[in-house]
């Protein structure tokens, strides 16, 4: 057993998925208390309840899922007033088609589902969005996307969840929801998942490039290199500055990688031992250090 999270702020949420899974929990709805832990909690502003909202005021929120054993996912984009969006993505993961719902629509699904609407803004949050719009409304370049993979007995699982960027325009979807950048996973293979600016990640269609890199032999952690290396010089040669992007990637045996292309990517595991512990991933993921 293996699961991997992206930043601090999914500690808490790995050790219950660690529980769900001895508890005989299936992997999907063990991903899904990790993410919903991080987007329930009102003191991470870039998921879920109290998410940093739009130009607008709102709160927006992107999320999937994806089973690597059939390649069946579920996502949705725009969705307001649902404080779990993986959630709301999980019910679609069987569909045969309208497995990508957003805005009106993915709100409407959730409620026939059952979902409650629900108030996303806090008043700290809104606090800060009257302060940024008092200045000059631009989009503030936070982009914490909670991401996290499980390998399991030969299986593995993906699932995101964002509110996005900060003071982003109304309708902006980043690459969170989309299967190939934002989140891949493969049963055969392994699976990966990424954070940061979207509109960097969806040119590299980074997850899907990791998951492939993987199947041609890389290890988790140099195909998580590799990917955010060539990525980052590809940006470069084109005459762009790279924005921030992180990965993380587990295979299907359970071996783990993690990279970015910025100073330091804090990030947690839980192994097979028990232990769960957070890392640092620093010069591409060629450098990860174990937090004590």
């Not at 987007?39 to 929120?61: A, I, R, T």
């Not at 497995?99 to 979902?115: D, I, S, T």
């Not at 998951?211 to 290396?229: F, N, R, Y």
């Not at 071996?255 to 804090?266: D, H, M, Y």
């Amino acid at each position: 057993m293996t699961i991997i999270a992206t930043w601090k702020m999914a500690l808490n949420g790995t050790k219950l998925a660690r529980e769900a899974l001895i508890k005989g929990t299936p992997l999907e709805e063990a991903l899904i208390t990790l993410i919903k832990d991080v987007e329930m909690n009102e003191d991470f502003h870039s998921v879920g309840y109290s998410g940093l909202p739009n130009e607008d005021g709102v709160v927006e929120c992107d999320a999937a899922i994806m089973n690597g054993d059939n390649l069946h996912f579920g996502a949705v984009a725009g969705l307001r007033s649902m404080k779990s969006a993986v959630s709301v993505a999980y019910t679609l993961i069987d569909n045969e088609y309208n497995n990508f719902l957003v805005g009106e629509g993915a709100l409407k699904h959730a409620k026939e589902m059952g979902f409650k609407e629900e108030e996303m803004l806090t008043d700290e949050a809104k606090k800060r969005w009257l302060e940024e719009r008092a200045k000059k409304p631009k989009v503030y370049k936070g982009h914490d996307t909670v991401c996290g993979l499980i390998a399991e007995e030969g299986r593995v699982v993906a699932a995101t969840s964002t509110s996005g960027l900060f003071m982003k325009k109304v309708g902006r979807v980043g690459d969170s929801p989309l299967v190939g950048p934002g989140l891949y996973a493969d049963s055969e293979v392994g699976a990966a998942a990424a954070t940061g600016v979207g509109e960097d990640i969806i040119k590299g269609t980074l997850s899907y490039a990791i998951v492939s890199l993987m199947a041609g032999g890389l290890s988790p952690q140099d195909a998580a290199t590799k990917a955010v290396m060539d990525l980052d010089a590809k940006l470069r040669a084109k005459g762009e500055e790279p924005r921030d992007f992180s990965v993380i990637a587990v295979n299907k045996d359970g071996a783990w990688g993690a990279a970015t292309n910025i100073a330091e990517f804090p990030f947690i595991v839980s192994e097979e031992n028990g232990e769960t512990a957070m890392y640092i991933a620093r010069d591409f993921g060629r450098e990860i250090e174990k937090i004590k």
